[in-house]
């Protein structure tokens, strides 16, 4: 899909035209995906900085791997807004930008023909 959100070209040739590894990768995202986000929102309701830095941290390789480009400023500011301790309103709403554009980006995926 040419819509910007992401580029599995990236992954492409990171696992060196293997289709099957990739669509195994693609559906591990998407099926881990819901539990990162419930983690991260745990995070965000306990106020725990530490936690939002572990948990994008985390994500951020999956993000990059997956050639996430609309995503992956929004975990890297996530995971700096954690680490630098910004004020939590603003990580509220980040993480609820995050939530919205990881959605968007699962539905595109689902599409994608290496899933069918």
């Known amino acids: 899909m040419d819509d910007n959100l992401y580029d599995l070209n990236i992954l492409s040739e990171l696992v060196m035209g293997d289709e099957g590894f990739m669509k195994e990768l693609i559906n591990t995202f998407i099926d881990t995906a819901p539990q990162d986000v419930a983690s991260i929102e745990k995070a965000v309701h306990d106020e725990s900085f530490e936690d939002v830095r572990k948990i994008t941290h985390k994500l951020k390789s999956s993000v990059r791997t ?4 609309a995503l992956e400023p929004v975990v890297l500011s996530l995971e700096k807004m954690g680490k630098e301790q910004e004020d939590f309103n603003a990580i ?3 993480f609820r930008e995050f939530q919205i554009l990881l959605e968007r980006t699962i539905e595109q995926l689902k599409q994608e023909d290496i899933l069918r």
């Open 92 to 94: 509220r709403e980040k």
């Open 66 to 69: 997956l050639g996430m480009h």
